[in-house]
């Protein structure tokens, strides 16, 4: 009897390589055609076998079903380019990170004076720094004079009393004979403690205020 030589392993030879993991996409695409064709197939089962479905119906909803598999994939595509954008603008506003940025929104106020950035509108005869705490309620309204670009809140109230520490927001108003004529944002510079990223890039400022990166008009050095 002739005695049989175990085969050897090709040289060189490795195992095949495992395929690439499904996307998040491919999978949801996977699952909605299977549910299309067990439709597809139901309804195939149940129709009147002497009114049958036109063909050109078939083509339609296999052309439908086309139409969504590329809308999902597109969808994923631009989810994935938003969030290399994002990683990519990250890097640009990492580098605002302790100098102060100047902006339309509330700022943290804990006993430094805040400088604000407030034009009166052109045709005003008077104007007012108006000033209101986290509940909403003006505590303070400060004179400023027609034709000034900056004015300084030292934090005190209307009657001249210290304010305590928190979230305070800005806004100045415009009078002419009397009259208010116009309310615009007093923008205010706070220091930059984060960035984030994302979709829409965020700063975030002392005492956790967050304001996106594009509202952001001025830049000075910490």
Sequence with gaps: MTEISPVSPVPGSAKAPAAP?????????????????????????????????????????LATFSGVEQQVRTNALLESLGAQLGVSGLATYAGWVGKDARADMPVWYSGTPVTLAAKPDPKAESAELVVTNAAGLVVARQPVLPGADTVTWTGLDSLGAPMPTGRYTFALESFAQGTRIATTPAEAYARVIEARGGPTPTLVFTGGIAVEARNVTALRGG
């Design 21 to 61: 993991a499904a996307t998040k996409a491919d999978r949801l695409i996977s699952s909605d055609f299977n549910t299309f064709l067990r439709m597809l197939t139901t309804q195939l089962k149940n129709q009147d076998p002497l009114n049958p479905m036109d063909n050109s119906e078939y083509a339609v909803q």
